[in-house]
């Protein structure tokens, strides 16, 4: 079962996350606790190519040599991946990286290796792969890691890295609470629909 957002393209499978039988958190995000006391924070994990591949807990900031590429998973709906494009100008403006891309998983355009390619051209030596998902099921484990290995055997000395999905990290925290609070002012009249529930109709009061 599977259920995607299109503010985010997040995707979730009950396979993958389900507490079922012999169901347990993976040991990788199994952290010691923070500020939060919590044992669940992947925000300093990524999936590397350096070393025959495994994790590392931390790597240097972007540079100058560097492409990234924000991947979602992809939708039959326009408008949800346009949605991603824009976020890609959004991160771009903020970060000033200057090689940012967009890439979907599947059923859409531009696909990793797209951007992966577009990347290499505009001069980056080391690609870095942001999954635009939540929790790390089995796209972040098994299905980017496979498109990007594909992608860049077409550029020989091209290295590349896969960083942690979102995960639990505090800010999210703002984030859902911003959209609850604003959804709940546009239910209470206050407030005109934002830009991901406009012309939906979808954000109101049910009874």
């Known amino acids: 079962m599977e259920a995607s957002s299109s503010s985010s393209s997040l995707t979730f499978t009950r396979r993958e996350f389900g507490r079922g039988p012999g169901w347990a958190i993976p040991d990788f995000v199994k952290l010691c606790g923070g500020p939060l006391k919590s044992k669940y924070l992947p925000s300093?994990?990524?999936?590397?190519?350096?070393?025959?591949?495994?994790?590392?807990?931390?790597?240097?900031?972007?540079?100058?040599?560097?492409?990234?590429?924000?991947?979602?998973?992809?939708?039959?709906?326009?408008?949800?991946?346009?949605?991603?494009?824009?976020?890609?100008?959004?991160?771009?403006?903020?970060?000033?990286?200057?090689?940012?891309e967009p890439a979907h998983m599947e059923l859409a355009e531009p696909s990793i290796k797209d951007a992966f390619s577009s990347c290499v051209q505009q001069g980056a030596e080391r690609v870095i792969v942001s999954p635009f998902f939540l929790f790390p099921g089995r796209h972040w484990h098994q299905d980017i890691p496979s498109l990007t290995a594909e992608a860049a055997k077409d550029h020989p000395g091209v290295s590349y890295v896969i960083t942690a999905p979102l995960g639990l990290h505090e800010l999210l925290v703002d984030v859902v609470n911003d959209r609850i609070k604003y959804c709940l002012s546009h239910v209470a009249g206050e407030e005109d629909e934002c830009s991901v529930c406009a012309g939906t109709g979808k954000c109101r009061l049910y009874n």
């Open 44 to 100: 300093r994990l990524c999936l590397a190519t350096a070393n025959g591949g495994g994790f590392r807990k931390e790597l240097k900031g972007v540079g100058g040599g560097d492409g990234v590429i924000i991947v979602d998973h992809g939708s039959r709906r326009k408008e949800s991946n346009l949605m991603l494009n824009e976020f890609v100008v959004m991160f771009r403006e903020k970060t000033k990286y200057p090689i940012v």
